[in-house]
């Protein structure tokens, strides 16, 4: 007991370690520079005021710190969440969009008490490799725009950043590569006068704190139906979002989350973010991983710095935040992207050696995420892809063989290899007496059982007896619950 409490009470590492204090505190100032853009992008992107987006990560950020399973990942608003409020918000307006959010937060809730976390077992490697080099793809062409139509200094102040980020960390790791970077091209662009494209570009910052209010809709059945849909798809997306990154992480970091914490932490925080007047969010890969890879953080408290610096900055320091040259955060998330992407998955040697349909379901998680620019649907389309390429893998591990008046059954039985288990018998030839011997192979569906149903209807159709052995516990009792029922009145 006494055990127990000692560990429950010790210190956390930040505050036992002034190293990991440094580097958690760098690591959340960071982050929070790197989120400003990104959030007016998203707010942007759903149709509202640059604010909300902001208001959205800091709450997001320092909620999820509190309640959430992963330490050091970073939520905040996201481009998925946007995509599916931002006709919500078109028609209807900022009050229904943060109604929506907080009934979100509640579906998820409900969904993490029913054990969501538990679906992320059937998620295959070979999708969530196709999701890590996705979403690498995503966050490089997302800095495209900003190298586009651009003065021509905007490109050699990237190579002088990304070569900062590259190179620096060969000699120290003290101070975060892409803080260096960032402040140093900030002071070069501020002393030499450059015009290039910066932060207070992208869109006003705000200049108050969030305020504490309820949503302004009618509180009505006509307003809940209304609402039902787009809080179905914030729930799900943000949720399919945070335990895809979850799980990243753990790899990443060589430890194991929380995942229903994670879950409910995720509704927790979009319920808050709504009274906040937030436009919702869930878990951002390219902040989670310049806070982890980039940064080397490892606790909650850079997540919680994350969004307390990121309000600090654009509240108080707006307009010192507005002067950061975009080169600088384009760069640092080119250097996220390429490390994000799992280089080895499409190295010649990995792909010589990679079964076909593992490579198949790979490029569909990848197409459908690039296609549709939602990494959710991508995911769904890789699980479904990988459920047909194991349903035709194991529909041929079934075999049967004879020996004399016995013919041997081999394999699992289910819908797809249970099919073709008819054609395998010779009616009219077999002797009177037949022996179907089932030990070596397991009965899984009713499909399997009303296979054997019809094999037995065609031997009796000629007046033959079969018998079926073999059969192990929890085939029998499969088999004796439907056979002979499964074709009543056909």
Not at 64 to 86: E, F, H, N, Q, Y
Not at 318 to 332: C, N, Q, R, S, T
């Amino acid at each position: 007991m006494s055990e127990t409490v000692v560990r429950r009470w010790s210190r956390p590492d930040w505050l036992a370690s002034p190293k990991v204090l440094r580097t958690e505190v760098l690591a959340g100032l960071v982050v929070a520079l790197a989120l400003i853009p990104e959030a007016i992008s998203f707010s942007i992107l759903a149709g509202v005021d640059p604010q909300v987006g902001l208001f959205a990560s800091f709450t997001m950020a320092v909620t999820i710190a509190i309640c959430g399973g992963r330490p050091a990942m970073i939520s905040a608003a996201t481009g998925a969440i946007a995509l599916v409020v931002a006709p919500l918000a078109k028609e209807y307006g900022l009050g229904y969009l943060t109604a929506a959010v907080i009934l979100g937060g509640l579906f998820q809730i409900v969904l993490a008490a029913a054990g969501v976390a538990r679906l992320m077992r059937f998620i295959p490697r070979s999708v969530m490799v196709g999701f890590v080099n996705a979403l690498a793809i995503l966050i490089f062409t997302a800095q495209v725009p900003h190298l586009i139509g651009v003065p021509w200094l905007v490109y050699p102040l990237v190579a002088v950043a990304l070569a900062i980020m590259v190179f620096l960390p060969r000699f120290t790791t003290v101070v975060p590569a892409p803080l260096v970077a960032i402040v140093l091209l900030t002071a070069f662009v501020l002393i030499t006068h450059l015009t290039v494209p910066n932060v207070g570009d992208e869109g006003t910052l705000p200049d108050s704190l969030p305020v504490f209010g309820l949503p302004d809709v009618p509180f009505t059945m006509d307003t809940l139906t209304l609402l039902t849909p787009y809080a179905i798809g914030i729930a799900l997306v943000g949720l399919m979002e945070s335990l895809m990154t979850a799980k990243l992480v753990d790899d990443v970091t060589d430890t194991r989350s929380d995942k229903t914490r994670e879950s409910w932490g995720q509704g927790v925080a979009n319920i808050v973010t709504g009274f906040f007047g937030g436009m919702g969010g869930c878990a951002m890969i390219g902040q989670t991983m310049i806070n982890v890879k980039a940064s080397g953080a490892r606790t909650r408290l850079s997540t919680f710095l994350a969004g307390v610096f990121l309000l600090i900055l654009v509240v108080a320091l707006g307009d010192v935040v507005a002067l950061i040259p975009m080169a600088a955060l384009v760069a640092v998330m080119i250097i996220v992207s390429v490390g994000t992407f799992d280089w080895h998955s499409i190295a010649p040697a990995t792909l010589k050696r990679m079964p076909t349909g593992e490579i198949v379901v790979m490029l569909v998680t990848v197409a459908g995420t690039l296609v549709t620019h939602n990494l959710a649907v991508g995911v769904i389309l890789g699980v479904l892809a990988a459920m047909v390429v194991f349903a035709r893998r194991v529909a041929h591990f079934t075999e049967v063989t004879r020996t004399g008046d016995t013919y041997v059954v081999r394999g699992e039985l289910f819908f797809a290899s249970s099919n073709d288990l008819v054609h395998q018998f010779d009616y009219a030839n077999d002797p009177d007496r037949v022996i179907i011997d089932m030990s070596a192979a397991h009965i899984w569906d009713a499909s399997s059982v009303a296979a054997l149903d019809a094999i037995t209807t065609k031997y009796r159709a000629r007046g033959k007896n079969v018998e079926i052995t073999g059969l192990n516990e929890a085939s029998a009792g499969f088999h004796a619950n439907l056979a002979g029922r499964l074709n009543a009145g056909h």
